[in-house]
């Protein structure tokens, strides 16, 4: 299981180095899905767009440097991102561990190679 990021997919403003790193990291998974699916080993990708709160990627300047590039204040960052998606939600921190738990259980047992989006949907990080 690898945990990607929609940014991966996403052209967004000053993210060059962050977006290209996640778009190898969802096809080395997509690349290890097709090496050792015969020996029945399963590699999935979730996609998250930003989890805001309680997330430690937000210290260190990253915040300052998303507003900065989307030209508003610090503290509209959560509602900025929620705004983004079709379901106009914010993507918390239970989200992701529950796409995993749901991918690891038994429901998608028969799957590998996917890249599942948890961005609430972003249309321009659909995977093709």
């Not at 918390?92 to 949907?121: N, R, Y």
Request: charged content about 15%.
């Amino acid at each position: 299981m690898y945990i990607a990021s929609k940014n991966g997919v996403f052209v967004g403003p000053s993210n060059v180095a962050y977006g290209s790193i996640k778009a190898a990291q969802a096809h080395q998974a997509r690349l290890l899905a097709a090496e050792v699916g015969g020996d029945g080993v399963r590699v999935n990708v979730i996609n998250p767009d930003a989890v805001i709160r309680g997330s430690g990627i937000w210290a260190g300047g990253w915040a300052e440097g998303r507003a900065k590039a989307y030209g508003i204040p610090i503290d509209q960052l959560p509602g900025h991102y929620a705004k983004r998606t079709l379901l106009g939600v914010e993507i918390t921190a239970e989200d992701v561990p529950a796409a995993a738990a749901a991918l690891i259980g038994g429901d998608f047992a028969k799957t590998t190679g996917a890249i599942i989006p948890v961005d609430g949907g972003i249309p321009g990080a659909f995977p093709r």
